[in-house]
């Protein structure tokens, strides 16, 4: 299973795009990058996935380099409703929420 | 649509007694899993099943065991539980393949003392 590695909290201020680093030196090929994000006192919800280049949907993007060794979750314009605490999961993709890791995710705080 | 509904929500319970926690999902996935949280950290896997009848051990089975007879239901068992398995335990279901994304319920808050 490919380990990741995220900061273990960020700041930042309500309005500004917040970028969300996550290393996977061993990601595997057929393995895919997920974003989930998490409020206290609930369960983990998908935010995006991707393969490799770039994905966007409606909530936030996702940056994933040539080698894929690491990927960025951006979201813009953040609120105060932004602050929770984001996973950055690897694995094969039909089988993602069962074989990866979740880790310690990343505590982003947004502060008006 | 519900989701994945968990029951109960809350429990307290004496060191070596047993309990069931039951997990629901009416979205018809075949992928059903357990996580737990400690405080501070992120999820780990107890137990996932492939599909109806199936079962296998993730992370941290010890001390757990699961059953899923029918496809919607996955049941998380402690048969005599211990201060260590004071814990939040998620649910989470998800589709076999295309799209990966897991649904996962409000969670159990379990306290052994």
């Known amino acids: 299973l490919a380990k990741t590695t995220q900061p273990i909290s960020m700041d930042s201020y309500e309005g500004q795009e917040v970028n969300i680093t996550c290393s996977h030196n061993?990601?595997?090929?057929?393995?895919?990058i997920t974003w989930y994000q998490q409020f206290p006192s609930q369960g983990p919800r998908f935010i995006i996935q991707?393969?490799?280049t770039k994905v966007t949907n409606e909530v936030a993007s996702l940056f994933i380099p040539a080698d894929r060794k690491s990927s960025t979750l951006s979201l813009p314009r953040v609120s105060l409703s932004d602050t929770a605490v984001y996973y950055c999961?690897?694995?094969?993709?039909?089988?993602?929420?069962?074989?990866?890791?979740f880790g310690d995710g990343t505590t982003l705080t947004v502060k008006p | 649509n519900a989701g994945v509904t968990q029951t109960p929500k809350f429990r307290v319970l004496k060191t070596g007694q047993s309990m069931t926690l039951l997990c629901a999902q009416d979205?018809?996935?075949?992928?059903m899993y357990w996580y737990r949280q400690d405080p501070g950290m992120g999820l780990r896997l107890i137990h996932y099943?492939?599909?109806?009848?199936?079962?296998a051990k993730g992370e941290v089975p010890d001390g757990y065991n699961v059953s899923r007879l029918k496809k919607q239901n996955f049941l998380l068992g402690l048969e005599s539980a211990a201060p260590s398995q004071t814990s939040v335990y998620f649910c989470?279901?998800?589709?076999?393949?295309?799209?990966?994304?897991?649904?996962f319920g409000q969670g159990t808050r379990l306290t052994v003392v």
């Open positions: 061993n990601i595997a090929t057929n393995d895919y």
């Open positions: 989470a279901s998800s589709r076999i393949r295309g799209d990966t994304e897991a649904f």
């Open positions: 991707g393969y490799k």
């Open positions: 999961l690897v694995g094969p993709h039909n089988t993602n929420a069962g074989k990866s890791t």
């Open positions: 099943s492939v599909g109806e009848g199936t079962t």
């Open positions: 979205m018809n996935h075949e992928y």
